[in-house]
């Protein structure tokens, strides 16, 4: 049961940290985008007020949408291989982001065009975090397992 938690506990690291990388990511290439174009550079809090938003978001994001995807994952996947635990977790978590994407786009009054578009970025959004969580709960589990397992040859001494 420790080992679970643990599991997941570093997973939700990997993908909280991803997330909040994205942003960075992100604002950097509006900047470049902004300088290029002669356009507004924004304020001097433009971009770590976007790292604030992202890291808020992904820690809301965390039980909502990677815990369950990469779970399921898990669950159904769980005897086939690493592989197979990553890819039903980002369908999950792809399924799950639209969804949200879009209950929230209808409910803030987007406009319907712009609906499929908010959708695919938010589908776009949740793929590197929901990979590395999925691949680092995998690779504790696979840690736990290789200490708790005994080493195999190793005769004791006989004196």
Not at 89 to 118: F, H, K
Not at 134 to 140: C, D, N
Request: zero cysteines; hydrophobic letters at 65%.
């Amino acid at each position: 049961m420790v080992v679970r938690i643990a599991r997941h506990l570093a997973g939700m690291a990997a993908a909280w940290l991803t997330f909040v990388a994205q942003s960075v990511v992100g604002y950097f290439g509006l900047l470049v985008f902004a300088v290029v174009t002669g356009s507004g550079l924004g304020g001097p809090l433009a971009g770590p007020m976007l790292a604030l938003a992202a890291a808020v978001a992904g820690v809301a994001l965390l039980p909502l949408l990677f815990l369950p995807a990469v779970a399921f994952g898990q669950a159904v996947g769980r005897r086939r291989g690493t592989g197979r635990v990553v890819a039903l977790s980002t369908i999950v978590a792809v399924v799950l982001a639209i969804g949200y994407a879009v209950v929230g786009a209808v409910l803030t009054e987007v406009p319907a065009g712009y609906v499929p578009v908010v959708a695919g970025v938010a589908a776009l959004l949740v793929l590197a975090p929901v990979v590395l969580y999925a691949l680092t709960a995998e690779g504790v589990g696979w840690m736990a397992r290789r200490w708790r397992a005994p080493a195999v040859g190793l005769a004791p001494e006989v004196g």
